[in-house]
C-alpha cells in the first residue's frame, strides 16, 4: 500500500515560521520522528517512510502554494497512488487555531493551493487534513494573517498540534479516513 502525504507551504525563508506552512511544518515533523533525509526532487522536496508495512510518501511542493497541484499531479502519477490514498495537508482560517479536520473530499474554500490541486487533479475528490489557523484578522488583512508569522502561544502549542496531525497521518494510512475522522476530528 503506498500514499502520497502532501504538507502544503512556500518556499523560502521568509515563509518558513508562517501559518501558511503548517503543512510544510506537520511534515517536517513527521520525518524528523522517522528520521527521514528530505531531497530536492522535481516539483518537490521528496522523501519516503516506512509505517506497519506502509509505504508513505511526503512531498512538500517547490512551486509556491498556488500551483502546489503541478508537484501533487506529477507525483500522483508518477508514484501510481490513486487518488484516494492522497493526503493534502493546508492552513484553514475557517477553522479555529489548533483544531484539525480530516474529509475524503471538499470544496477549496477560496484557498489557492487547493483551487490549483483540483484543477490538475480533476475535481475535490481527494483527502485533506485541514488544520485551522483561525480567523483572528481584521477585515482585508488575511494576506498578512496567514503569511504572517505565529504568536509565541501559538507557537508553543504547534508541537502537541502536529502531533495529533501525524496520529492522523497514521490512521488515514492504516485504518482509514472514516475511522480515523470518527477518532480524531475536532
Same mark, same amino acid.
Given at each position: 500500500? /503506498? *500514499?502520497?502525504?502532501? @504538507? +502544503?507551504?512556500?518556499i523560502?525563508?521568509?515563509?518558513?515560521?508562517?501559518?501558511?506552512?503548517? @503543512?510544510? =511544518?506537520?511534515? #517536517?515533523?513527521l !520525518?524528523?520522528?522517522?528520521?527521514?533525509?528530505w531531497?530536492?526532487d522535481? =516539483? !518537490?522536496?521528496?522523501?519516503?517512510?516506512? *509505517?506497519?508495512?506502509? !509505504?508513505?510518501? +511526503?512531498?512538500?511542493?517547490?512551486?509556491?502554494m498556488?500551483?502546489s497541484?503541478?508537484a501533487?499531479? *506529477?507525483?500522483m /502519477?508518477? +508514484?501510481?497512488?490513486? /487518488?484516494?490514498?492522497?493526503?493534502?495537508?493546508? #492552513?484553514?482560517? !475557517?477553522?479555529?487555531?489548533g483544531?484539525?479536520?480530516?474529509?475524503?473530499k471538499?470544496?477549496?474554500?477560496?484557498?489557492n493551493? =487547493?483551487k490549483?490541486?483540483?484543477? +490538475?487533479? @480533476?475535481?475535490?475528490?481527494?483527502?485533506? =487534513?485541514? %488544520?485551522g489557523?483561525?480567523?483572528?484578522?481584521?477585515?482585508?488583512?488575511?494576506?498578512? *494573517?496567514v503569511?504572517?508569522?505565529?504568536?509565541? &502561544?501559538?507557537? #508553543?502549542?504547534l508541537?502537541?498540534?502536529?502531533?495529533?496531525?501525524?496520529? %492522523?497521518?497514521?490512521?488515514?494510512?492504516t485504518?482509514?479516513?472514516? &475511522?480515523?475522522?470518527?477518532?480524531?476530528?475536532?
Open positions: 500500500m /503506498k *500514499y502520497l502525504i502532501v @504538507g +502544503l507551504g512556500n523560502g525563508p521568509e515563509y518558513e515560521l508562517t501559518r501558511h506552512n503548517i @503543512g510544510f =511544518l506537520t511534515v #517536517d515533523r !520525518a524528523d520522528k522517522e528520521g527521514a533525509q531531497k530536492s522535481r =516539483l !518537490a522536496f521528496k522523501t519516503e517512510i516506512k *509505517y506497519k508495512g506502509r !509505504a508513505i510518501h +511526503l512531498i512538500k511542493p517547490t512551486t509556491y498556488n500551483l497541484g503541478k501533487v499531479n *506529477y507525483w /502519477k508518477e +508514484l501510481n497512488i490513486p /487518488k484516494e490514498n492522497i493526503l493534502v495537508i493546508v #492552513d484553514e482560517v !475557517a477553522i479555529p487555531f483544531k484539525l479536520r480530516m474529509r475524503a471538499g470544496s477549496a474554500a477560496g484557498h493551493g =487547493l490549483n490541486i483540483e484543477a +490538475l487533479t @480533476g475535481g475535490q475528490d481527494y483527502p485533506r =487534513l485541514r %488544520m489557523i483561525g480567523d483572528n484578522f481584521p477585515k482585508g488583512r488575511q494576506v498578512d *494573517y503569511l504572517g508569522r505565529f504568536t509565541q &502561544q501559538e507557537f #508553543d502549542e508541537p502537541t498540534i502536529m502531533d495529533k496531525a501525524i496520529d %492522523m497521518i497514521y490512521g488515514f494510512c485504518i482509514g479516513i472514516a &475511522q480515523t475522522m470518527t477518532q480524531f476530528n475536532d
